[in-house]
């Protein structure tokens, strides 16, 4: 699990450094459109790292959501390829990683901690509902 945190965190890196390359390349240009691009690329930065940290806390809808997610990414890059539009290098080593992540959040192991966890937060509201006041503990 740690290892496609860590994946995770690699990704975002990478996207931060995708959007200052995107940000310092055209610094002479100013537009509407232009601002409305870098605030949506910082705009999937910060849910990209909001969903690792929710897979670092074994939610399974993060682990869903993030496939979704690299899917889309994946799809993205391979029409581009087969329509001969050229992406920056960091784009497809974005959906590389990604891929990888999403691969390491599915191998059994990474089930099995999914799996702990859900049924240490069931364990966790049972023990809560036994503990209210007026309840008899058996």
Known sequence: MSIAFGALVALAALALVNILIQWWTVA????????LSRLVSLGFLALNVF???AVLAGRSWA?????????????YVVVSIVTFDLLSPLVYADAVLS???VVLLWLP???VFFRQVRAARAQ???????LRPGKLIR
């Open 28 to 35: 002479g240009e100013f537009s509407a459109m232009l601002v």
């Open 51 to 53: 969903i690792s940290f």
């Open 63 to 75: 682990r869903l959501l993030l496939t979704l997610l690299s899917v889309v990414g994946t799809v």
């Open 99 to 101: 891929d990888a992540a």
């Open 109 to 111: 192991s990474s089930n």
């Open 124 to 130: 966790y509201r049972t023990d809560q509902v036994a």
